[in-house]
């Protein structure tokens, strides 16, 4: 690859600017009629990321270092040439021949890698390729090919690269019929909010809604926002849309309350976007104030995977958020690559999980075992969580099992329009007032456990009669895990909540190894379902002391393999201590 002194170079990263190219590319394929070429574009996804934590300076430095890193990769590479195209955008052309781009893609790969590596950020890099089929096509629409097929795998973290095929095309030109309808069709009031109800598990009330825009467009029918909204998030119209579905609720909101309804929280999906909204909070402030209406009955779903894209920027506008008195749901927990270590510093009140994401792993025993995991985690750090998607009778009950309380999905309605909504609410209203529960399975499970919790908590007095401590253990795959405990649980083994729950897991081999079957055997004996097991054992504290314990056992409702019990503790140690030879 040879660059020419009289061609245009971009300033930045000294290869060639794009007219220069499209010139090289066009001569390269006009000489060589035997040969097919590709145009390959290329984008780096974190640039505005890099440029914003690090200076512009470092988001040049990381261009000038893509700029090397072509030039040397093709630098043995026949008919090949490359230029910037602007920003953080890229191309190449070389002879088609799919192992040779791919190596070429996977050598730029391992460069920017190290790269990566030094910034201590994760530096991706998406690739589009197009096969010059057409030699007589301009070079400029070769590369609007490739770049068509670089959108499809942006951002993905999976598949970094991708072949154009006519599909793309047909999907770009409906892309560009939806941009050109977007600001009559808002203006016509096309776009149109739905509700989706939230559901009590413990007695399948109504707590709240989720607003979702749809799009009826008078010559395409329903649009789904799966279509839209990520079109909408590329071209920042999401913000008109978003504003849009915030004043509708309120207006919603506003309404239901005039009427007298038993009205619940509106959720609203704040996009990924919005968050580089400087006057966001203010907008929604001002639309709470202008309807005149209470700060919770607005919450606001932020998708975790913004939290990726920024996490300083996502904390600072959740906490100022908070602050004004709004309640911030952490919607598709799960579907981002946040760690959920991540979960102790933004501020969130509400995790949302999409069962959907789940369905998608190949183990799902893997899959209950993480939602009963983060479920739990939740709990343990003060927050609430909502399982979405759920669609059947079995999800609900093994929700139920883990203590899950809050659901949204098929199950109990999908999104309807406005005037549906308000039906079902009174619907609901007058099953409530009636005593009767709707369609809702409970034989699965006798309880579920935070039902059994309350119920616990107000006979309070007789078990502390009968037992010093008491606690919930769910058993799976023959390992049992503390679900709930009372406050006299951690004084009977001197240790804290917090130790406790850091030992977690361990419980069990904090039983004396040689007593350790009589517990199996309780819980085996409970298992059954029939009465009570007993069992007396030695178990050692987290100060390093030996308390006996005389438990009993008692099977609360089970969900294929877990089964949650009830277990009462007395600590004997004193009456065991006092017979010789013990
Ligand atoms: P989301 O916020 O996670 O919304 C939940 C989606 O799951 C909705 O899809 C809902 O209809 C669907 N869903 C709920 N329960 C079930 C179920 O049991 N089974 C199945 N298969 N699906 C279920 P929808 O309405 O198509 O919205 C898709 C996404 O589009 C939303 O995901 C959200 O990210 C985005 N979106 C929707 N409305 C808005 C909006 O007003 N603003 C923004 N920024 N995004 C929106
Ligand atoms: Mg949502
Ligand atoms: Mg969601």
């Not at 090949?80 to 730029?108: G, M």
């Not at 952490?330 to 579907?335: E, I, L, P, V, Y």
Request: with cysteine.
């Amino acid at each position: 690859m040879v660059i020419n002194k009289d061609k245009q170079v971009d300033q930045l990263t000294g290869i060639l600017s794009v007219t220069s190219f499209e010139r090289d590319v066009r001569e390269l394929i006009d000489s060589h009629p035997d040969k097919v070429f590709a145009i390959v574009e290329l984008d780096i996804n974190r640039l505005t990321m890099i440029n914003e934590l690090y200076g512009l300076s470092e988001g040049d430095n990381l261009l000038r270092y893509m700029g090397s890193t072509l030039r040397d990769v093709l630098r043995d590479v026949e008919d090949s040439s490359c230029a910037r195209i602007q920003a953080d955008l890229f191309v190449f052309a070389c002879p088609y021949d799919e192992k040779v781009i791919e190596n070429i893609i996977t050598l730029i790969e391992h460069s920017i890698r190290r790269y990566s590596l030094m910034l201590n950020i994760d530096i991706l890099v998406s690739f589009g390729i197009y096969k010059c089929v057409k030699p007589e096509l301009e070079v400029a629409l070769m590369r609007d090919r490739a770049k068509m097929a670089l959108k499809t795998v942006k951002g993905n973290y999976i598949k970094h690269f991708a072949y154009y095929d006519e599909k793309m095309h047909d999907k770009i030109v409906r892309e560009q019929e939806i941009t050109q309808n977007m600001n009559h069709a808002l203006k016509n009031r096309e776009f149109v909010v739905y509700f989706q109800p939230k559901h009590s598990l413990d007695d399948e009330s109504i707590i709240g809604a989720e607003a979702l825009v749809r799009w009826n467009s008078p010559q395409k029918g329903m649009i789904s926002p799966g279509e839209f909204v990520p079109l909408f998030e590329e071209n920042g119209f999401i913000m008109k849309i978003d504003t849009f579905v915030w004043e509708e609720s309120c207006k919603f909101i506003r309404k239901s309350l005039d009427a007298g309804l038993p009205i619940k929280p509106v959720s609203v999906n704040v996009s990924r976007i919005n968050l580089y909204n400087p006057e966001l909070c203010e907008i929604l402030n001002s639309l709470v104030k202008e309807y005149n209406i209470p700060y919770e009955m607005l919450e606001l779903e932020f998708t975790e995977s913004a939290y990726t894209d920024n996490p300083q920027l996502m904390l600072q506008t959740m906490n100022t958020l908070q602050q004004m008195g709004f309640k911030v749901e952490m919607d598709d927990f799960g579907s981002g690559y946040s760690s959920l270590n991540m979960l102790k510093d933004v501020p969130v009140d509400v995790l949302k999980i999409d069962l959907r994401f789940l369905d998608k792993s190949e183990d799902s025993e893997k899959a209950t075992a993480i939602v009963s995991a983060v479920v739990r985690m939740a709990k343990w750090l003060g927050i609430s969580s909502i399982i979405e998607g759920v669609e059947t009778k079995e999800q609900i009950s093994f929700l139920k099992s883990i203590g899950c309380t809050m659901v949204q999905g098929y199950y109990f309605s999908k999104p309807m329009p406005q005037d549906d909504y308000i039906e079902y609410i009174k619907k609901y209203s007058m099953i409530e007032k009636s005593g009767k529960q709707p369609h809702l399975d409970t034989a699965y499970i006798d309880i579920s456990p935070d039902a059994f919790w309350k119920n616990v908590e107000e006979h309070e007095n007789d078990l502390t009669a009968l037992f010093s401590a008491y606690a919930l253990y769910e058993m799976y795959d023959g390992v049992e895990e503390t679900i709930r405990t009372s406050e006299s649980y951690y004084e009977l083994f001197h240790t804290n909540r917090n130790e406790h729950y850091e030992n977690r897991g361990s419980s069990r081999l904090r039983v004396y190894e040689e007593d350790r079957p009589l517990v199996g055997a309780m819980l085996e004996q409970a298992g059954t379902g029939k009465g009570v097991g007993e069992a007396v054992f030695r178990r050692m504290c987290h100060d390093g002391s030996i308390v006996w314990i005389h438990a009993k056992a008692k099977l609360l409702g089970m969900n294929g393999k877990s089964k949650v019990f009830f277990v009462g503790l007395n600590d004997v140690s004193r009456y065991i201590n006092s017979i010789p030879n013990m």
